[in-house]
């Protein structure tokens, strides 16, 4: 079944599916028993369903990310990106809009997960609530009447959205994530002044002033620990390589100092 709706522009629209999270329901671990062929259990549905009924003259290109994730290139190709799924993939869900967004793309949420916890996407430019209908034709009207995204102020680091995504699953009201990226910042500029504190004593005292150097080390290196931990806590294993990295880069620049000859 097609929509009614006739629209007067083309448009390309790009559905992602976002991976599955482990649990019961997936059967992940039966996978193996068929060669590396199977990497999901069923196919998405809901969101197929949705891009069947598109207007026929616009483009569809779908991706489920259990078969391969969504690439850059797909987001900049298209005019608006569809995701759908369920309360346990909300922090995949969120992470696919974030990605759309980076390339300045508007999103419509939808499915089970949207449709009962609308709250959980505040990020997304559109919510689809319950089944296909006339408020989905009206999602297709106003894409069909809009471009882009409305204007919003565009935060270029991705660190917030990880920050939120975090979050997210813990149900924290929105200023959490706002507070600890200011702390995080805080933070980091403290431990700039410190090092600038370093750099100078150092040069007026024409040798390694080994106060202020501490000071600074003690507070950047405590930084990339607490976010070690926090990586731990919140299962935020993909950015703690990068964590680990960052410390013990410092923690051997330190050791380095006190080994030079003064
Ligand atoms: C098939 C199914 C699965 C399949 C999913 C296969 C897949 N790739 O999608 C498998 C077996 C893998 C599965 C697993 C699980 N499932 Co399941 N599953 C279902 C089931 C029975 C049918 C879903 C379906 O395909 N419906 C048919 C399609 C056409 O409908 P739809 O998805 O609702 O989509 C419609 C609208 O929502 C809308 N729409 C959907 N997406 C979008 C997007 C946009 C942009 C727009 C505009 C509209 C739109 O349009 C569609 C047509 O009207 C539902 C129960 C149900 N009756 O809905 C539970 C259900 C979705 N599952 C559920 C749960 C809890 C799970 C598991 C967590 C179980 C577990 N403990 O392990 C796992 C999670 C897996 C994961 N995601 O990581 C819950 C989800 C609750 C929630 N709100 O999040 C449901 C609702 C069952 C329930 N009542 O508890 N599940």
């Not at 959980?120 to 609530?129: I, K």
């Not at 500029?189 to 106060?211: D, E, I, K, T």
């Not at 000071?215 to 919140?234: G, K």
Request: charged share 15%; hydrophobic share 45%; proline share 6%.
């Amino acid at each position: 079944m097609r929509t009614p709706y006739v629209p007067s522009r083309a448009r390309r629209i790009l559905c992602v599916y976002p991976r599955y999270a482990k649990s019961f329901g997936t059967f992940q671990y039966s996978y193996p028993f068929f060669g590396g062929r199977v990497r999901a259990f069923m196919p998405p549905q809901g969101l197929l369903t949705v891009a069947a009924y598109l207007p026929e003259s616009w483009q569809v290109r779908f991706v489920d990310e259990n078969a391969r994730a969504a690439t850059t290139r797909d987001f900049q190709w298209a005019d608006a990106v569809f995701v759908s799924g369920m309360h346990i993939q909300r922090a995949h869900i969120n992470d696919v809009i974030a990605r759309a967004h980076a390339q300045g793309r508007p999103v419509a949420a939808g499915g089970p997960s949207p449709s009962g916890c609308p709250e959980y996407y505040p990020d997304a430019d559109m919510l689809h609530l319950g089944e296909l209908g006339d408020g989905t034709d009206r999602l297709l009207e106003y894409l069909d009447t809009h471009d882009g995204r409305r204007d919003t102020w565009k935060f270029a680091s991705q660190n917030f959205r990880a920050v939120a995504g975090a979050t997210s699953i813990y149900h924290a009201p929105r200023w959490v994530p706002a507070l600890l990226f200011t702390g995080v910042i805080v933070w980091q500029l403290v431990a700039a002044l410190f090092f600038g504190w370093a750099f100078v004593s150092s040069v007026m005292a024409g040798r390694l002033a080994w106060a202020p150097i501490h000071a600074a080390f003690a507070t950047a290196l405590a930084l990339w620990a607490a976010f070690m931990i926090t990586d731990e806590i919140c299962k935020q294993y993909d950015t703690q390589s990068s964590h680990v990295s960052l410390f013990t880069a410092q923690l051997l620049t330190l050791v380095s100092l006190h080994l030079l000859p003064s």
